[in-house]
């Protein structure tokens, strides 16, 4: 079973530009998450998608931060714009239901803003 | 305010001795319990779980137990083997499916 794709890897932005991030699930996953990372924490939950709907986002910083997943399927994360604070990994992870075995992380983007 | 907690940032152990990684909650209300090792440049993976009628649960040279009085987990990996070094992270189950992690512990298995 393919994992789940994220692009791309590493990206270096300048403070107040804008950057977004895709992420493919495993197929058939109707759970879909995006974590950020920053250096040192855990994971934190930024938002949470079932098929296309929003089922929690409380913890995303909306006034830059933005995401989407189209048909159920793929999910962009954008910011805009960006701030030093948002140097971090982030992280998509995808499951079939809120799983009891946890879910599939993929390996991540690394944001850095100079 | 932390709801998973790990606090110790690093451990150190000889290779074939035991590992005993430590984790605290606060909200009795998480109804299952997980681990995750993670490499540099990788995303986390799943190790093992728990669920919070449990007390232990095995798989392998892993093992975690579940002290709900507590709000206490702990992972022990007998025999410990360098290829375990990595960052291991607690992990709790909120309501909506979502997983709520500690800031890791960092274990180095020395040969």
């Known amino acids: 079973e393919a994992g789940v794709a994220q692009s791309p890897r590493y990206k270096i932005i300048e403070k107040r530009q804008s950057v977004a991030f895709w992420c493919n699930p495993i197929s058939g996953h109707a759970t879909l998450y995006w974590y950020q990372q920053i250096l040192g924490q855990g994971p934190k939950l930024l938002i949470q998608?079932?098929?296309?709907?929003?089922?929690?986002d409380s913890q995303l910083p909306k006034d830059r931060f933005s995401a989407e997943r189209l048909k159920g399927v793929d999910s962009t994360l954008k910011i805009q714009p960006a701030k030093l604070e948002d140097s971090a990994v982030y992280l998509c992870?995808?499951?079939?239901?809120?799983?009891?075995?946890?879910?599939?992380f993929g390996s991540g983007t690394r944001l850095t803003v100079v | 305010d932390q709801q998973v907690k790990q606090n110790s940032p690093s451990l150190s152990v000889q290779e074939g001795r035991i590992s005993i990684l430590n984790c605290d909650y606060t909200n009795s209300m998480f109804d299952y319990f997980l681990w995750y090792k993670k490499y540099p440049a990788e995303g986390p993976t799943f190790l093992i779980s728990i669920s919070s009628i449990k007390d232990k649960n095995e798989d392998g040279r892993f093992t975690v137990f579940l002290n709900k009085s507590a709000k206490h987990l702990s992972l022990h990996i007998v025999p410990s083997q360098p290829g375990d070094s990595a960052v291991y992270f607690c992990a709790a189950r909120g309501s909506q499916g979502n997983l709520i992690f500690g800031k890791g512990t960092k274990l180095s298995v020395k040969p």
């Open positions: 998608f079932q098929n296309n709907g929003v089922v929690d």
């Open positions: 992870a995808s499951s079939f239901t809120p799983a009891i075995n946890g879910y599939t």
